[in-house]
Each structure stands twice: as structure tokens, then as C-alpha cells.
Nanobody, 128 residues
Framework: VQLQASGGGLVQAGGSLRLSCGAS????????LGWFRQAPGKEREFVAA????????YYSDSLKGRFTISRDNAKSTVYLQMNSLKPEDTAVYYC??????????????????????WGQGTQVTVSS
């Protein structure tokens, strides 16, 4: 499975971006998918996830309401819509896939170790 993230860039505070992550290989509809981010000098942080079975979404409490994760199984793509961006949202954003098809508790999707495959990351920079 290969994941390719795109859509990052430079945006002013208050602006929006939509990240995309396309997958190739395997059965995308059976993947749980997640977005994480990592700022310089900080650990990788959970952003959002979406289950494969019901499409249930799960968010970091600190980001809920500004970010929205969605998936299009026909296009083998997961999206992250980011609104009201703040300078502290500046980071490299990574998409990840859990391909086992297991029925995982949603909180389990917040842990990087849950995922089998990772995209290469896309830089998001929010200027003040």
C-alpha cells in the first residue's frame, strides 16, 4: 500500500486548506485512515481518523470543530478539511492507513502504532 499526501502550502491565519491522501494497492474501503501532524521539535500528534466499517470519525479534542476528515472510497482518497487555521497548526501533516480490517475502538485510531502504512507528509505553514 502506498499513500501520497498533497494539498499543503502556505496560508494566512484564519484561512483554509484541504489535504488529500490517495492510496494505491489493497482494498481501500477496508482501511481505517488517520491524519497526524508533527511540528519541529515536537512529537507526532493525532489529528483525526475515520473508520472503515461505518465511516465514523474521531478527532483530537483540541481540533474538533475546525478540522473535518472524510473519505471517498471510489477515489481511494481521504481528505482533511482545515478551517480557521492558526499559526500553531503549522506542521508536517501525515496520512496513515490501518489495513487489517479489524473492528477497532475509535480511541485506538489515535495511536501511531495502530497504523501499518504512512504517507510522506505534506507541509502546512500558517502565517500570522
Amino acid at each position: 500500500v502506498q499513500l501520497q499526501a498533497s494539498g499543503g502550502g502556505l496560508v494566512q491565519a484564519g484561512g483554509s486548506l484541504r489535504l488529500s491522501c490517495g492510496a494505491s494497492g489493497g482494498t481501500f474501503s477496508r482501511y481505517a485512515l488517520g491524519w497526524f501532524r508533527q511540528a519541529p521539535g515536537k512529537e507526532r500528534e493525532f489529528v483525526a481518523a475515520i473508520s472503515w466499517s461505518s465511516g465514523t470519525t474521531y478527532y483530537s479534542d483540541s481540533l474538533k470543530g475546525r478540522f473535518t476528515i472524510s473519505r471517498d472510497n471510489a477515489k481511494s482518497t481521504v481528505y482533511l478539511q482545515m478551517n480557521s487555521l492558526k499559526p500553531e497548526d503549522t506542521a508536517v501533516y501525515y496520512c496513515a492507513a490501518e489495513t487489517g480490517g479489524a473492528y477497532l475502538p475509535l480511541y485506538g485510531l489515535a495511536y501511531p502504532a495502530t497504523y501499518d502504512f504512512w504517507g510522506q507528509g505534506t507541509q502546512v505553514t500558517v502565517s500570522s
